[in-house]
Every structure is written in structure tokens, then in C-alpha cells.
């Protein structure tokens, strides 16, 4: 989702009623012409992160971390337009790129504008067309597939920004590998909306979600069984504590613990926001 300006403030980070710990946070400056707008973040192997933009565009780079295990650096090794499955540069309504998934061999991007997922061999590569959900074409306009996530079997969940009004519950588009269905939702809470979603290596579903005030966003995210229940609340922010986090990778460090990384939306307005990598620890 694109939004307008806004006041950003940069408070320090501090807990509400969370199970999870704050590592810490680095800003990145980019530094190349039309970087910026980053929504998805893939962690790769070997320490390599793949960021997709709303405007169309992927970024590859190397990742360093503090002592405390916190993003400290991230340096770009390659960059360029995500593409047409008939090898052309996406067209105006097609750009609009917000999650990242990997299945198998395969990434899978999901977009919202013109409602779509796609399956890449390699980001830099077109894509594959395969079969959509025909409630896709339903979604609401800049507030359609935003959240993406693929479990240890392959199996994808897709899920739209906005439920279509408060109270409703955000559906989970399943895809099986073979037909989509919509096997469950998950609560809507407030002015919270998705922004975000991974599976973790504890084989639940991490959903982050963000509010926007005046003054700013705060975020939250909350896990789930594989079936929509047991909800629990991983952490909340308060306002102004980070920037719009859009992109969202649940991993296990080496000391078996439960990780977030996460990155926000700049909107590209670096002068009122910020590109910047996120990290929380599950105790």
C-alpha cells in the first residue's frame, strides 16, 4: 500500500504486552537511482537478502549483523526490474509488488493493483503464469494480496491488506499446488491492517499488521496454527516507534530462537521516512 506523507518520529523501540524482545533496528540509505518503496524481504543463504519494491523493482545484497545479532549493514550486490511473464518491464497497474515467498526452487510474488501471484525461477527472470483465485479480481483497489507465505510442504497463503470493512475477518487464500481455496480467516482488530507474512520454522503462521496515525505507524504481529486458530501477539509497537514495516522473514538463529527481521516502506520519501531493517528475538 502507497501512502501519503506523513511526520515520522524515531523513538526508542519498547514493548507492550509482547513475547518478544527488540534487538534492534538499522537504516539503510540506498544510494541508486529509483531505490526505495521496499515491501518484501527475503532472507537467502549464506547471508544474502532479496528486497522486492512497490514500484517494480528487486534488490539483492549482503546482510551484517552486531554482536546482538541485529541487521547492521546491508550492501547491494545487484539490482533490476521484476519483469513480464512475456519478458517485458511491468507496465503502469502492474508494478506494484508486496510480498515474496520461496517454495521448492521457486519465488513467488504477489501483487496488488492488478491482483496476481507469480512464480520466478530467478528474480531477474520473467515469470510463470499459473493458475489465480477468482476472488482476486474482487479485491479492493491498493488494498489487495499483501501478504504472502509458503509452508515447509510448499503450500502458499495469501492474504489482502483490507477484510472489505471493520469486524470482517481477512480471508487466507491457500494454493495446494494445484487449485486455491479459502480454508480459513484470521481475526481483524482494530485499525490494524496486514502488511506482512511469514511462516516460521515452527511451522506457524506470523502475520504483521500496521496502524497509521498522525504522528506516525505502530506495528504488531501476531502467529497463528496453520488452521486460523491459537492467536497469540508476538509483539506491538507504539506510534512513531518504526517506520511503515511492509516485509517480514521468521527464521532460527543458531541458539534454536525464534527471529524476526523485518523492513519498512519509504514510500520513497527519504526525507519524512526511512528504509529500515527491523530485528526481534522470541524468547
Not at 81 to 91: D, I, K, V
Not at 255 to 282: C, G, K
Request: hydrophobic letters at 40%; charged letters at 25%; a negative charge.
Amino acid at each position: 500500500m502507497r501512502l501519503g506523507p506523513l511526520l515520522a518520529l524515531t523513538l526508542l523501540p519498547a514493548s507492550a504486552a509482547a513475547e518478544a524482545v527488540f534487538l534492534g533496528s538499522h537504516v539503510w540509505d540506498p544510494g541508486f537511482d529509483g531505490a526505495g518503496g521496499y515491501s518484501a524481504l527475503h532472507l537467502e543463504a549464506g547471508g544474502t537478502a532479496l528486497l522486492l519494491s512497490d514500484r517494480g523493482h528487486w534488490v539483492r545484497g549482503t546482510l551484517a549483523r552486531d554482536a546482538d545479532g541485529a541487521v547492521s549493514a546491508f550492501r547491494p550486490t545487484a539490482h533490476g526490474p521484476l519483469l513480464r511473464s512475456t519478458g517485458g518491464t511491468l507496465q503502469a497497474g502492474e508494478t506494484d509488488a508486496e510480498a515474496i515467498a520461496a517454495a521448492g526452487d521457486a519465488l513467488y510474488v504477489a501483487y496488488e493493483g492488478a491482483h496476481r501471484v507469480m512464480r520466478h525461477a530467478d528474480i531477474a527472470t520473467p515469470p510463470e503464469r499459473f493458475t489465480q483465485d477468482a476472488g482476486f479480481d474482487g479485491l479492493q483497489e491498493n488494498s489487495g494480496l499483501e501478504a504472502l507465505a509458503a509452508d515447509a510442504d510448499g503450500t502458499l497463503y495469501a492474504i489482502p491488506e483490507r477484510s472489505g470493512g471493520l469486524g470482517t475477518p481477512f480471508p487466507v487464500y491457500r494454493f495446494d499446488g494445484t487449485t486455491w481455496s479459502k480454508p480459513f480467516t484470521l481475526r481483524r482488530d482494530g485499525r490494524f491492517l496486514v502488511s506482512g507474512a511469514d511462516i516460521g520454522p515452527d511451522g506457524r503462521l506470523y502475520l504483521l499488521e500496521r496502524d497509521f496515525a498522525l504522528l506516525g505507524f505502530r506495528s504488531r504481529v501476531r502467529s497463528f496454527d496453520l488452521d486460523g486458530r491459537d492467536e497469540r501477539l508476538v509483539f506491538q509497537s507504539g506510534i512513531g516507534v518504526h517506520d511503515n514495516l511492509e516485509g517480514l522473514e521468521v527464521w532460527q538463529d543458531e541458539s534454536d530462537r525464534i527471529r524476526l527481521t523485518m523492513i519498512s516502506d519509504d514510500n520513497q520519501r527519504p526525507l519524512i521516512q526511512r528504509t529500515e531493517f527491523v530485528d526481534y528475538v522470541v524468547e
